[in-house]
């Protein structure tokens, strides 16, 4: 059975605290685009993994994928399978690629396998593979607090409106870019603001806190926030912990030559 793990983008980003596990408390809004990788999952004789597209760093058993199917396996003894990742999102770019592909052979095995696990049952696995896995056990916008697992529905809609996402050649750390970070309480919730005020006056009110150390570290990417918002974008902001960044567009735009070396994605949602 195939399916296509999706990305994210944050419609902003509070860090709000430390704790003390060593993880930050967060509000953000989770948005997903349909930026797609392509995995498989079917029963077999033996356990296989194989990979395809973008190669993912690091060794291929510390694959999300293998992580979740490691999991499943030994919470209701599933039999062996093998596994297909196409690799088409960027890494290292806030877009939540490998939690999304985490979630997503999650879901191919409760289908597959039959193991009647609820939504809510596999947001609890998934968040024992990363932050912001459980958010792709759902195909709708949420907004996540705690680690980012703490999931609410929100009324957020990005329907009719074009958005665009850019990848500079820039790879950040999450666990780097978090150790950038000074914590602080805003004055009001994402919650609230996000739903208060209409898209193109987000960028008075909604941030993504990590956006001041990592383009300091990286002036490239406020150029290319810059860029987005002289290129008509209604709201423009780096995604979770960077380095891809987004911009939402009242009407479709060609921004090709506007960013002629980095990978980049468009369309409505
Ligand atoms: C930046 C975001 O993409 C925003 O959605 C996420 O918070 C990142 O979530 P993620 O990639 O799933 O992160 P994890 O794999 O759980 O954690 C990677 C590292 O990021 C840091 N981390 C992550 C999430 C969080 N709420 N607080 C943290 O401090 C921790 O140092 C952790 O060791
Ligand atoms: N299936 C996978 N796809 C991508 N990366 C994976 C996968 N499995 C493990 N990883 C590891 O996770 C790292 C981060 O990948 P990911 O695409 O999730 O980053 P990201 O876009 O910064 O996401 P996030 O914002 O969730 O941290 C990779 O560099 C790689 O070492």
Redesign the pocket.
Known sequence: MVSFPPCKINLGLNILSKRPDGYHNLETCFYPIPWTDILEVIPADRFGFTQTGQP???KAE????IKAYELLRDEHRLPPVKIH?H?I?P?????????S?AAHTLRLLNTVFQLQQSPAQLAGYAAQL?S?CAFFTQDQPMLGEGRGEVLSATPVSLQKKFIALVKPDIHVS?AEAYAGITPRQPEQSLRTLITRYPVEEWRHWIRNDFEATVFKKHPVLQSVKEKLYASGALYASMS??GAALFGIFDKPVDLQTSFPDMTMWSGSI
Do not use: E, H, R, W
């Open positions: 993912v760093p690091g510390d694959n999300l994928c990742l690799k999102i890494m290292g770019a806030g877009l939540g690629g490998g939690s592909d990363g912001d999450t979770g912990s």
